[in-house]
């Protein structure tokens, strides 16, 4: 049985003509009978009573209209819901970003817009990689990309290729120790180049640590690092680092309570603090309304600045 059959009946039932029912269903007569006819077969019993005129319906016919006027109204509500919830959805960004950024630089971010971007951040995502990042975008499996970029590129950086980005704003990453009884720290970066130093470090693979990496090479009498441990998530080292086990770096925004309580303290000056940006990527050629729209509100923002 198809929708438009219940659609013809109800039609018939209101005219009580075959002729005027077509006409309003916009398809010859002899069709509309057909149709009709289908109908009747299909539920075993006759609902018109062809003998009247105008047109009656049977007493099973008056059953099957009731029930036929509350299937349409149904069907034309979830219509009309799931036409909402694909019109919601496509408005909805899809972020994906590391667990730091979401939780200490997006909701201030958000919260300088008086009319926020629709973003809704990816959770499965802040267990990635910055290539995982990337290719996911090149998929179309997100949106927009929030990430950290080094200020030095490195040979190992992801593929941006027909990608686009906007610098939102900058952060460091700075070394800290659980602190000692007198304040100083566990750790200190400052013992020399024999020293060797216990370090909560960051995936090999990841551009936290390459740009870490980078830093590092170019200091004079830098300490060797025994490295104790290796993770994605910026939270798990700040962890294991206030659990005094070795010293590590964190994005400021991240250790700044910290840093202010003292329960966390710097290993070393800010010769040691890596410089990073936090950029925004998307793809290129992609018409999406929600994207432009915020593109263009960060190039309006970006040449108020500049102003």
């Known amino acids: 049985m198809e929708l438009r059959w219940l659609e013809d009946f109800i039609v018939l039932a209101r005219t009580q003509h075959f002729s005027r029912a077509a006409e309003e269903q916009n398809v010859t007569q002899p069709t509309f009978s057909r149709r009709i006819k ?10 018109i009573n062809r003998q009247t005129l105008p047109l009656t319906l049977t007493p099973a016919g008056e059953e099957f209209l009731a029930l036929s006027l509350e299937v349409t109204r149904r069907v034309a509500a979830t219509r009309l819901r799931l036409s909402q919830l694909a019109e919601e959805q496509a408005s909805q960004l899809r972020l994906a970003a590391p667990q730091s950024l979401l939780a200490h630089f997006l909701p201030a971010w958000l919260s300088s817009f008086t009319s926020p971007p629709p973003l809704t951040p990816s959770l499965r995502a802040t267990g990635w990689l910055a290539s995982d990042f990337f290719e996911a975008l090149a998929r179309d499996e997100c949106d927009l990309v929030l990430t950290y970029w080094p200020r030095v590129e490195g040979s190992q950086m992801p593929d941006t290729e027909g990608l686009e980005h906007r610098c939102l704003d900058s952060e460091r990453l700075v070394p800290v120790s659980l602190p000692e009884g007198d304040g100083r720290p566990r750790f200190e970066l400052e ?3 024999r020293a060797s130093l216990p370090l909560i470090a960051y995936h090999p693979r990841g551009l936290t640590d390459m740009a870490l990496r980078r830093h590092l090479e170019g200091i004079p009498g830098a300490p060797s690092f025994r490295v104790l441990h290796e993770s994605i998530q910026s939270g798990n080292i700040r962890e294991l680092v206030g659990l ?16 202010a309580a003292g329960t966390l303290v710097r290993a070393g000056d800010g010769r040691w603090d890596v410089p990073l940006e936090i950029r925004l990527y998307r793809r290129q050629g992609i018409d999406q309304a929600a994207v432009e729209a915020l ?7 970006s040449e108020s600045r500049a102003s």
């Open 295 to 301: 593109w263009e509100a960060l190039a309006t923002d």
């Open 244 to 259: 005094g086990y070795g010293l590590g770096w964190l994005p400021e925004r991240v250790v700044q309570e910290s840093l």
């Open 38 to 47: 289908l109908l009747e077969e299909g539920m075993g019993t006759t609902l």
């Open 191 to 193: 013992t020399g180049p």
